[in-house]
């Protein structure tokens, strides 16, 4: 099925460090959401955004809606060996109940 | 907090048998989500229901059905398991007709068909 391209797609960092990835689509999204998940759990929400341009905080974590309504960013500031797991971005799409996923990225923070 | 509840995260049945996987959430969310997710595959659809009774096939609903009695109650049903249904199966709610809203997962039902 359709997923939305998530990069990078696995990455080891530095405790302390800073993190980043984004998420892109072919199509427009209204609404972007990013959620964490660790091994044999379910998703968490993380952040939920509406509007493009938005710039939205939990925590160490930001998350922006692209201008072009196209993609989305998360930021992970300080990172922390808890923060490992996977990250995937998602959005419903529009006029449907279907939800589109991403391909998640892997993060491994080092100690 | 949304809370969405899955009765059983771990199950191992035996192939033919019929398995029942119990979700439960307590947002009164129109709208609740059967998906599985394996390994290099994703989340993949297998049914979702927009209000009591009413239910609408995913991608993948071949091999399963769902019932929803009462709005906080979603149910998948496994009528004769088999091997290739062994995978984790993650529940979801979310709130309104108009889709724009967040999706919130419940912790998964991991389960093992021998």
């Known amino acids: 099925g359709q997923q939305l391209n998530q990069s990078p797609q696995s990455m080891f960092i530095q405790e302390g460090e800073d993190v980043s990835m984004n998420c892109t689509s072919s199509s427009i999204f209204n609404t972007w959401l990013w959620y964490k998940q660790d091994p044999g759990e379910g998703p968490v929400l993380l952040i939920a955004?509406?509007?493009?341009?938005e710039l939205t905080s939990n925590g160490r974590l930001t998350a922006q809606f692209g201008i072009t309504r196209k993609d989305s960013f998360l930021n992970i500031s300080a990172s922390i060996p808890s923060d490992v797991g996977i990250y995937f971005c998602a959005g419903p799409t529009s006029g449907t109940y279907k939800y589109i996923f991403g391909t998640g990225t892997r993060l491994k923070v080092l100690a | 907090d949304v809370k969405v509840t899955q009765s059983s995260r771990y199950l191992v049945k035996r192939t033919g048998e019929k398995v029942f996987l119990e979700c439960v959430q307590d947002m009164d969310h129109e709208n609740m989500f059967w998906y599985r997710q394996d390994p290099g595959l994703g989340l993949r659809l297998i049914y979702f229901?927009?209000?009591?009774?009413?239910?609408e096939k995913g991608d993948i609903p071949e091999g399963y059905s769902v019932s929803r009695e009462k709005k906080e109650r979603f149910s998948l049903i496994l009528e004769s398991a088999s091997t290739n249904q062994t995978s984790m199966y993650l529940c979801?709610?979310?709130?309104?007709?108009?889709?724009?809203?967040?999706?919130?997962f419940g912790e998964g039902s991991r389960l093992t068909v021998l």
């Open positions: 979801a709610s979310s709130l309104g007709v108009a889709n724009t809203g967040e999706l919130f």
């Open positions: 955004l509406y509007k493009a341009g």
């Open positions: 229901s927009y209000d009591v009774k009413m239910k």
